[in-house]
């Protein structure tokens, strides 16, 4: 059974551009969410995506956004990238139970703003 | 809202020493509680996870927790390190679907 594949792997963006990361979860895995690891905040959760329905929602700005399609399949975009915004993004998926049975990682984007 | 405290961002242990990792929690609602590892450069893999069935949980790699209510804590422990537990460890507990990590704690593994 493939695990949570994320691409790509690493990105090198610049200031003011934009950027979309994707995220395959385990096949029958419904939920998909997001998570930003930084040295400094440690992991902060995104976003969660149920069945296309954004279900929850963390504190980040606007310039963070993220879909999911039909076939569980999800992507983050951030807009007018900052400095700051450079972080492994972790994308985690689970049964339609969601967190309460735990979350199953990708390896991970290492996005670099530069 | 829930959260967790790792307490302790470093430890060291020598090979075949016991390895305890320290995690205590706040949660308004009996919570979900789960141990994950990080090695570098890698994402974070399950280690073992309590859902009220029993406060004794073992996991994968020789890991276990005991989950104490009276002291909020979940601490996880191994009976004796290898050099392969090196990593970084997180705590994390789950309300209503919403999953809080700690801090972490970075594992080192002497020889």
């Known amino acids: 059974k493939a695990g949570v594949t994320q691409t790509p792997r690493y990105l090198i963006k610049t200031r003011g551009q934009q950027v979309t990361l994707s995220c395959s979860p385990i096949?029958?895995?419904?939920?998909v969410s997001w998570y930003q690891q930084t040295p400094g905040q440690g992991l902060q959760f995104l976003f969660e995506y149920f069945s296309e329905t954004q279900r929850n929602k963390g504190n980040f700005p606007g310039r963070f956004s993220g879909r999911q399609f039909s076939n569980s399949r999800s992507e983050m975009n951030v807009s007018t990238l900052e400095l700051g915004d450079s972080a492994l993004y972790l994308c985690?998926?689970?049964?339609?139970?969601?967190?309460?049975?735990?979350?199953?990682f990708g390896s991970g984007t290492r996005l670099t703003v530069v | 809202a829930q959260s967790v405290t790792q307490l302790g961002s470093h430890v060291s242990v020598s090979e075949g020493a016991l390895v305890l990792l320290r995690c205590n929690y706040s949660s308004s609602v009996p919570p979900y509680l789960f141990w994950y590892v990080q090695y570098p450069n890698q994402g974070l893999q399950l280690l073992l996870k309590?859902?009220?069935?029993?406060?004794l949980v073992k996991g994968i790699n020789g890991f276990e927790a005991e989950f104490k209510k009276s002291e909020t804590s979940f601490h996880l422990t191994k009976p004796s390190a290898h050099m392969s537990d090196a990593a970084e460890y997180f705590c994390a507990v789950v309300n209503n679907n919403d999953m809080r990590f700690g801090a972490g704690t970075r594992l080192t593994v002497k020889p």
């Open positions: 985690a998926s689970s049964t339609g139970q969601g967190a309460n049975y735990g979350y199953t």
């Open positions: 096949s029958g895995h419904r939920s």
């Open positions: 309590y859902t009220s069935a029993a406060t």
